[in-house]
C-alpha cells in the first residue's frame, strides 16, 4: 500500500503521521508537495495537521485552493482513503469534502492536552478496530476545533451514523461533542485529535495505531485501490 501525506505551506505534522504510517503498518508514506495535481499512484492520503499558509483568513481557506485539493477530490470521488487531521480536517471542511465549519474554540484558548474520545462508529474504513462505544486517548492541539453546522447537518450526520468520534468531555464548544465526522460514502474521515501522536508507548497512548491499521487493513482486503479501479466498493 502506498499513501501520500500532502504537505501545504504551513504544515507541521507531516512528517510525524509519515513516520507513524511507517512504522504502524510498514507501507510506504511519501510526502507530496502542495503543488501536485495527480494522486492516482496512492492508495489513501493524509492531510496533516499544522497551519496551512498561516491560517490567514480562516484555517484552511487558502489551502482548498491548492492543485493538490483537486487531486484529493479526484481521488475521494473515485472512492479512496482521505484522512483528514486538525488543519486536515479543516482543509475538507473548506474544500466542501466533508460539511459544517471549525471555528474559535469557545475558551479563545489553543488547546494543548491528552484528550478522551468516545467512538460512535466502528463500521468504516477508520474505525474497524475499535469497539462501538470505546474510550480511547488521543492528544489535541488546535485553536480552531470548535466544529458548527446548520441543525439539519448534524441531524444527518447522526441518524446517518457519520459521526465517528465524540468528546466525552468537550474541550472545544463543538456541536453535540462532535470530534470527528465521515462523508457519505464513509470514505473521508476528519477529525481534530491527533492520531498521529498516540502511536508508541513514550506518546503516553496507543490508540491511534488503530486508525492506521484500520485503514491498511481496508485497504489490503480491498487489493489496493491502486489496480482495482479505484473503487472502494469494488
Known amino acids: 500500500m502506498k499513501w501520500a ?3 501545504f505551506p504551513g504544515s507541521n505534522c507531516d ?6 504510517i511507517r512504522d504502524v503498518t510498514g507501507d510506504e508514506a511519501d510526502l507530496i508537495w502542495h503543488d501536485q495535481n495527480d494522486l492516482s499512484g ?20 487558502i489551502a482548498r485552493f491548492s492543485p493538490v485539493v483537486d487531486a ?15 488543519n486536515g480536517f479543516q482543509v475538507l471542511t473548506e ?13 479563545l484558548q489553543f488547546r494543548c492536552e491528552m ?3 468516545v467512538v460512535k462508529n466502528n463500521q468504516s474504513p477508520f474505525t474497524s478496530d475499535y469497539q ?12 480552531e476545533g470548535r466544529y458548527v453546522a446548520d441543525g ?40 481534530m485529535p491527533h492520531p498521529e501522536r498516540a502511536v508508541t508507548e513514550w506518546m503516553d497512548s496507543l490508540d491511534g495505531r488503530r486508525m492506521f491499521l484500520s485503514m491498511h487493513r481496508y485497504m489490503k482486503e480491498a487489493g489496493g485501490l491502486v489496480g482495482a479501479n479505484g473503487n472502494a466498493n469494488s
Open 152 to 191: 439539519d447537518v448534524v441531524k444527518t450526520l447522526e441518524t446517518a451514523n457519520r459521526v465517528a468520534f465524540a468528546y466525552p468531555h468537550n474541550p472545544n464548544g463543538s456541536l453535540h461533542d462532535i470530534a470527528g465526522i465521515l462523508n457519505e460514502k464513509g470514505n473521508v474521515l476528519g477529525l
Open 42 to 61: 496512492y492508495d489513501a492520503i493524509v492531510l496533516p495537521g499544522g497551519f496551512s499558509y498561516g491560517d490567514y483568513l480562516r484555517s484552511g481557506a
Open 72 to 86: 484529493v477530490k479526484r481521488e475521494a470521488q473515485r472512492g479512496k482513503l482521505v484522512l483528514g487531521i486538525c
Open 95 to 107: 474544500s466542501h469534502l466533508l460539511p459544517g465549519a471549525l471555528l474559535r474554540n469557545d475558551n
Open 15 to 20: 512528517r510525524d503521521a509519515a513516520a507513524a
Open 115 to 117: 484528550t478522551e474520545l
Open 132 to 143: 462501538l462505544g470505546e474510550r480511547i486517548r488521543v492528544p489535541i492541539a488546535h485553536g
Open 5 to 7: 501525506v500532502i504537505v
